[in-house]
């Protein structure tokens, strides 16, 4: 199956830097990406998605960036506030349905 | 508009005893799925479901774990003859449509399994 995983485990920064959680994926026929934020003891939550015919999407305050060429996705938090302090994981939407593959996660650590 | 909600948050149960949770899906969502996730690790798809009909469960294990999605009423997550290995926390999440074509799913809070 899919398999979709994370540069970095921990990743700290400092409260107003900007931070930048990568991930690589490995089914080239993926058309879909999410990626999505878990706080301790809840469940996770949609930050932003993107779509293959894209290589950009831009939200408040995040970015996600995605290159087919090397399966690589990227989010990028602008001015990181102690409130981004959380697990954050990408999902790759699978060849059938809906089923979403999801890497081990990184851990973001804010500074303050 | 209420989120997909998932009952019990938190669930002791000796070896041997069986648990259940429930999820009910978003307003307007006719797809259900659940995804376990261990400690410090990511969520591993278990099953998808529509009502009355599973779509794909080849995330559940083969013995014990059993799911369902009835015409009326929540999905059920049912998990008999608990054993340690077992405890995890289980999400349910949902979406407005399952088709193969990329829609987003909103996950629940989750249901902390515990076996003692």
Known sequence: GESVGLHLPTLSVQEGDN??????????????FIWYKQ????????????????????GQRVTVLLNKTVKHLSLQIAATQPG????????????????FYFGSGTKLNVKP | NAGVMQNPRHLVRRRGQEARLRCSPMKGHSHVYWYRQLPEEGLKFMVYLQKENIIDESGMPKERFSAEFPKEGPSILRIQQVVRGDSAAYFCASSPLGENSGNTIYFGEGSWLTVV
């Open chain 1, 84 to 99: 981004d302090s959380a697990v954050y994981f990408c999902a790759e939407k699978g060849d059938n349905f809906n089923k």
């Open chain 1, 39 to 58: 706080e301790s003891g809840k469940g996770p939550q949609f930050i932003i998605d993107i779509r293959s015919n894209m290589d950009k999407r831009q």
């Open chain 1, 19 to 32: 931070s930048i959680i990568n991930c690589a994926y490995s089914n080239s026929a993926s058309d879909y």
